[in-house]
């Protein structure tokens, strides 16, 4: 992957950064002060970007890029790297997600260090030198023809099920509500009737998990789509097959190391085009509750360029 430099207004704009507090519970709050001083070292006027939830992070981020920004950076983990990917994918605003969350899944897959202060060595350093290297994204398409932009993993099968579950719960608060969420979908487990569509060719399958990614790892670093590369133009797309609660309870723990893709009941494809439908399941994209099935996912080749 050859580096590149960007020659227009991204040269000299200032560098925006958009900080999530709330990012890995707090633990590297204290760290944002150096962040941003190590950051000015790449020659540039730095701007924290002010939002107190998500939907203001995200437009934020587009009034910056569409502002003048020479770059975007991101301090926080995948659901911050979201917000900001739908301001610069498809510009030439160079992008630095410097991983400060529970799940920094896209930055540590495109090669960023994952303590966020080598993290932000990195970014200034390509600051300094005017370089960037250019990565894919993928694109998702809703029923009614809205767009969205995800950089690591589209999760479209028990885990988005879990998630939805748990967004809807008021108890308890913290981790455990997501682990009682686990449990209470366990008990309702039950495979999908999926239509998969690659590239035109159409596949009629039951499933548990389904997963398409862009690279490799969600979930702070569960290998689910161990295979996916972010510069190859292609999507990776992972399919558990009909499991009952035992088997995936075995299962689950193997997509860490990603060796869950040589069980007899996991199915991998790649293709450019994804279409994927089901009845009742909500998509997360980078951790983030996303677009209903049906959904056509796009892998767009060199859509952001990265500050490494």
Not at 261 to 282: C, M
Request: proline content about 6%.
């Amino acid at each position: 992957m050859l580096a590149v430099t960007v020659d227009d207004h991204s040269s000299t704009g200032p560098v925006a950064v958009l900080a999530n507090p709330t990012a890995g519970r707090g633990r590297h709050r204290d760290l944002l002060a150096a962040v941003l001083q190590r950051l000015a070292a790449g020659g540039r006027p730095v701007e924290l970007l002010t939002a107190h939830d998500p939907d203001e992070a995200e437009a934020a981020c587009r009034a910056a890029v569409a502002g003048g920004a020479g770059a975007l950076v991101t301090v926080g983990g995948d659901g911050t790297v979201h917000r900001a990917v739908q301001a610069v994918a498809g510009t030439a605003v160079p992008f630095g997600p410097i991983p400060a969350g529970t799940g920094n899944d896209f930055a540590v897959d495109t090669g960023f260090p994952a303590d966020p202060l080598a993290a932000a060595d990195v970014v200034a350093a390509a600051l300094r030198e005017g370089r960037s290297r250019p990565v894919d994204l993928a694109r998702m398409t809703g029923a009614d023809g809205g767009d969205r932009w995800y950089g690591a993993v589209l999760a479209a099968g028990f885990d988005a099920i879990v998630n939805e579950r748990a967004n809807r719960m008021r108890w308890p608060r913290g981790p455990r509500r997501y682990d009682l969420a686990i449990l209470v979908e366990l008990a309702r487990l039950r495979p999908r009737r999926y239509t998969l569509r690659l590239d035109g060719e159409a596949h009629e399958l039951d499933a548990v998990l389904v997963a398409v990614g862009n690279c490799r790892s969600y979930g702070g670093g569960m290998r689910i789509c161990p295979d996916a590369d972010p510069t190859d133009g292609l999507l990776d797309v992972v399919v558990g097959g009909r499991f009952d609660r035992r088997t995936l309870m075995r299962v689950k723990p193997r997509i860490y190391q990603g060796t869950h893709v040589t069980h007899p009941l996991v199915r991998s494809y790649r293709a450019r085009t994804v279409e994927l439908a089901a009845e009742g399941i909500t998509t997360y994209a980078d951790g983030e509750r996303s677009l209903d099935l049906p959904v056509r996912i796009t892998a767009v080749p060199a859509a952001v360029r990265l500050l490494r």
